[in-house]
């Protein structure tokens, strides 16, 4: 079993609609999550980043976490065609750490699509 | 404000050359730094990180190294390319406890 499972997609919705990208974990020493967008051929992009179950918003960006599930969600409100990238969900130990670095756990991205 | 600065963009090399990326972070000192490789599908597989200068730790047996000669500076090297090698590289930088802030990344075809 993988450590952070994420569905491949491609997710493919009209402009407008509200986009539910998801990961579900499976060890519960995760304790800090990320949502990254990457561009075809760029960089991931940091999206959102919290460390607690709950809900963080940021403009059309929500990012929810549930630490008794081990399930994170980001939700996209009003998706416009810019929003069409590939998403991951990243998942860390974190904490001040010495040897340890503070290595991300990937899950493999999903592709969306979103069209006029 | 901080920045990181990867190159080349794009690079073409043939079986059995050396390789040598270059990654570069600005405006923070000590950060952690990390090499990743991105295949299709895969999502991102770690292969190096450093807390400091010197201090590697490798994550994936394979024919790369890595090095940090300075504070800010990370290289990926190989001294033998293999088709394997091919890929998307990335480097990225953290603070101590917190969120990764990535290059543009690399594409490297080994032909």
């Known amino acids: 079993q993988k450590e952070v499972e994420q569905d491949p997609g491609p997710l493919s919705v009209p402009e407008g609609a509200i986009v539910s990208l998801n990961c579900t974990y499976s060890n519960s020493a995760f304790q800090y999550f990320m949502w990254y967008r990457q561009y075809s051929r760029k960089g991931p992009e940091l999206l959102m980043y919290t460390y607690s179950s709950g809900n963080k918003e940021d403009g059309r960006f929500t990012a929810q976490v549930d630490k008794s599930s081990k399930y994170i969600s980001l939700f996209i409100r009003d998706s416009q065609p810019s929003d069409s990238a590939t998403y991951l969900c990243?998942?860390?130990?974190?904490?001040?750490?010495?040897?340890?670095?503070?290595?991300?756990?990937f899950g493999t991205g999903t592709q969306l699509k979103v069209e006029l | 404000s901080q920045t990181i600065h990867q190159w080349p963009a794009t690079l073409v090399q043939p079986v059995g050359s050396p390789l040598s990326l270059e990654c570069t972070v600005e405006g923070t000192s000590n950060p952690n730094l990390y090499w990743y490789r991105q295949a299709a599908g895969r999502g991102l597989q770690l292969l190096f990180y450093s807390v400091g200068i010197g201090q590697i730790s490798s994550e994936v047996p394979q024919n790369l190294s890595a090095s940090r000669p300075q504070d800010r500076q990370f290289i990926l090297s190989s001294k033998k390319l293999l088709l394997s090698d091919s890929g998307f590289y990335l480097c990225a930088w953290s603070r101590k406890g917190a969120e990764a802030f990535f290059g543009q990344g690399t594409r490297l075809t080994v032909v």
């Open positions: 990243a998942l860390t130990r974190g904490g001040i750490l010495t040897g340890g670095g503070n290595k991300l756990t």
